[in-house]
């Protein structure tokens, strides 16, 4: 059956093209909006600043607010040096992805946040630290109700963003898919990479259509490729409705016509 005429809207960018033909292949009517170019690792200044930070001891704490953003780091840095600095430092993962990075590296923290893991859950177990200059890994974007807390209690906050993406040349396409997803003009969005669907909701605040395309995304059938993608959802508060028994584009966009009909049915509650 597949799509049968879905409206899909996919935010490839290096692959735009063959994504369009998948999509018509499996019976859907795809809008394509690039989103992403990529940056050069010589032009993330804020890690290797945030890095040299660490070196010389100006941060006594760092916060890990994703799993990928902190393997952006290391990536970006060199395998293992990231790890080894952190070992100095209190440090406080956000939730259990970043943990299970640490985990993996070594890599001990200071206090675990608990469940659901927000910017407010993070304040209150962090409350009582004596930490004041704090570092904060973000991914992509600003977190300002947790840099707000954390400068209200009198830290002096550095927010390192970790950028691999940036923001294509052209941004029109991405910000009419922004208007269309506000209007309710897409059933369906497949993801491929993590910085897709930030770099859209961006483009939704720039637009002044925030609120409607956050409302409009809940009844989304929102195609993941895997789960460093997923997780990216997760910390916009979104879930992802599927993932593909492998993660790659053509079976991401098979599985997700197979399914994407029944998934309307039940998240629309038809």
């Known amino acids: 059956m597949g799509f049968a005429g879905l409206r899909i809207l996919s935010l490839e960018s290096r692959r735009a093209e063959e994504m369009g033909v998948l999509l018509r292949k499996h019976g859907g009517e795809p809008f394509i909006a690039p989103s992403m170019r990529e940056v050069p690792i010589a032009d993330n200044p804020e890690v290797f600043a945030f890095y040299e930070g660490l070196r010389k001891d100006e941060f006594e704490m760092v916060i890990l607010l994703t799993g990928v953003g902190a393997r952006a780091v290391d990536s970006i840095l060199g395998p293992g040096l990231f790890a080894a600095e952190l070992k100095r430092v209190a440090v406080v993962p956000r939730g259990p992805k970043p943990q299970a990075v640490l985990r993996e590296w070594g890599v001990p923290w200071a206090v ?13 177990v962090t409350a009582d630290r004596p930490e004041r200059r704090v570092a904060v890994q973000e991914y992509g974007r600003s977190n300002e109700d947790l840099l707000g807390g954390l400068r209200a209690r009198g830290c002096q906050v550095t927010p390192v963003r970790v950028y691999q993406w940036a923001l294509p040349i052209d941004t029109a396409p991405l910000r009419e898919a922004a208007r269309r997803v506000a209007r309710g003009e897409f059933d369906v969005v497949v993801l491929t990479t993590s910085m897709q669907l930030p770099h859209l909701a961006q483009m939704a605040e720039e637009e002044g259509v925030a609120v409607p395309f956050r409302e409009a995304m809940g009844k989304i059938v929102i195609c993941s490729i895997g789960p460093t993608t997923s997780e990216s959802l997760e910390d916009m508060g979104l879930r992802a409705d599927m993932e593909p028994s492998i993660p790659k584009m053509g079976i991401l966009v098979k599985e997700a016509g197979e399914q994407a009909n029944d998934i309307i049915a039940r998240k629309r509650g038809i």
């Open 112 to 124: 675990s946040v608990p469940s659901p893991n927000t910017w407010r859950e993070l304040l209150a």
